[in-house]
């Protein structure tokens, strides 16, 4: 009896190639159907009645501010977060990463919700609050207002970044950091000259997914910042109320310019990551 080869003849890949590509397609097709259907629904009348509002275009103002300060922001907190949830195995490891899932798993509502509780939960004997604190005595107040709207994408957004981040991180061979520190770098210079450089592009795709994210972000938004016209009024917002007094075609007008805006930074984005391929690879190759 002769055993079977362990290396088979070489067979066609088209039935490889088929099955992949057929099920990838099915997404894909959703996604260019659904763009289509807003397409086909407006008009470019329905644009330039939409861009004619005052309030819209202040709506994109504030979108564009809030999304960058809070991508940049997420940015700031997920590289030496990621980098350690990465590198270093604690005590307390587990929770850590557990908190940092938080306001991905939980319901956009309830992160409103909590950040509302937060700064208006009664504490002490005297009542104390921490928006009338921020309010009356440093002059910032948050609740209702556009730093509202920043907190209520950080708090989503950053969890993504340092998600990335971590992968980023972890796709990083340690080796060349244990390297400079024999040579006598303390480790925060071993990390500022070694890891950080080689984490360029994971830079840009955390800051990527943290701007889409902001982009995005409805519901604690609408709980914590409210949707006040021409103060706390973003584009995602701006379908709501369109939609809640009826103007369906404002408001698929304003889905597709979001639609228009996440594609155009996104393309910048990444073409940014592209360019700066000399940051280093992610596969932690160190030259």
């Known amino acids: 009896m002769t055993s079977r080869p362990l290396v088979p003849g070489r067979r066609s890949d088209v039935p490889f190639f088929l099955w992949m590509g057929g099920i ?12 289509a259907a807003d397409l086909a629904f407006t008009s470019v009348a329905d644009f330039r009645e939409v861009l004619s509002k005052p309030e819209i275009r202040a709506s994109i103002r504030l979108t564009m501010l809030s999304c960058s300060v809070s991508a940049i922001l997420s940015l700031l907190v997920a590289i030496p977060l990621g980098y350690l949830l990465s590198r270093f195995r604690f005590r307390g490891l587990f929770l850590i990463d557990t908190l940092v899932d938080i306001p991905i798993v939980l319901p956009p509502l309830v992160l409103g919700l909590s950040l509302l509780i937060l700064f208006h939960l009664p504490i002490g004997r005297n009542g104390w609050e921490l928006e009338a604190w921020l309010s009356n005595d440093v002059g910032f107040p948050v609740t209702y207002r556009w730093p509202a709207v920043v907190l209520a994408q950080f708090i989503v957004a950053c969890a993504f970044a ?25 480790r925060m210079q071993a990390f500022l000259h070694v890891a950080l450089p080689q984490s360029g592009r994971g830079m840009i ?43 369906l075609n404002s408001a698929v007008a304003v ?12 393309f910048a984005l990444r073409a940014l990551g592209t360019r700066r391929g000399q940051w280093g690879p992610l596969n932690g190759d160190f030259h």
């Open 162 to 186: 340092v998600r990335t981040m971590g992968v980023t991180f972890d796709q990083i061979n340690p080796r060349a950091e244990d390297v400079a520190r024999t040579l006598g770098c303390t």
């Open 255 to 266: 889905s597709l310019l979001m639609v228009a805006i996440a594609m155009a930074v996104l």
């Open 205 to 247: 795709a955390a800051l990527t997914i943290a701007w889409a994210r902001s982009l995005g972000e409805f519901g604690p938004i609408l709980v914590f910042a409210g949707a006040t016209r021409m103060r706390t009024e973003v584009l995602s917002t701006s379908v709501f109320l369109e939609m809640s007094v009826g103007d």
């Open 24 to 35: 990838s397609s099915c997404f894909l097709l959703l996604v260019v159907l659904l763009i």
